[in-house]
């Protein structure tokens, strides 16, 4: 059974950065797209970043250009490097592996613990 473990969240001020990690578990991410998702005070959650196997990658647009998904194959990790950060992308961040149909990513693990993500304007 996949499993995530997400890590690297914090609390920054505006224009500062950081570095999510996810750990995946039970499956090779050689084989596997993976995503970040967000879920933010109040409000439903959403995809941020996805990045398929071949290294395509996707983002939300209110990230692009700030946001930089990639994966490390032989340590069966992603990240997400957050740069710019602003006061809306507080959040609490997941990590999913899925696959890519299309255009559309589709996660298709667990949801993890999350990590939370505070942004001070």
């Known amino acids: 059974q996949v499993q995530v473990a997400e890590s690297g969240g914090g609390s920054v001020q505006a224009g500062e950065s950081l570095t999510l990690s996810c750990g995946i578990s039970?499956?090779?991410?050689?084989?596997?797209?993976a995503g970040w998702y967000r879920q933010p005070p109040g409000r439903q959650r959403e995809l941020v970043s996805a990045?398929?196997?071949?290294?395509?990658?996707m983002y939300l647009d209110s990230v692009k250009g700030r946001f930089t998904i990639s994966g490390d194959k032989a340590k069966d990790t992603v990240y997400m490097q957050m740069n710019s950060l602003k006061h809306g992308d507080t959040a609490v961040y997941y990590c999913?592996?899925?696959?890519?149909?299309?255009?559309?990513?589709?996660?298709?693990?667990?949801w993890g613990q999350g990590t939370q993500v505070t942004v001070s304007s």
């Open positions: 999913t592996v899925g696959c890519f149909q299309g255009a559309t990513y589709y996660p298709n693990s667990r």
């Open positions: 990045i398929s196997v071949t290294g395509r990658t």
């Open positions: 039970g499956s090779a991410f050689s084989a596997n797209a």
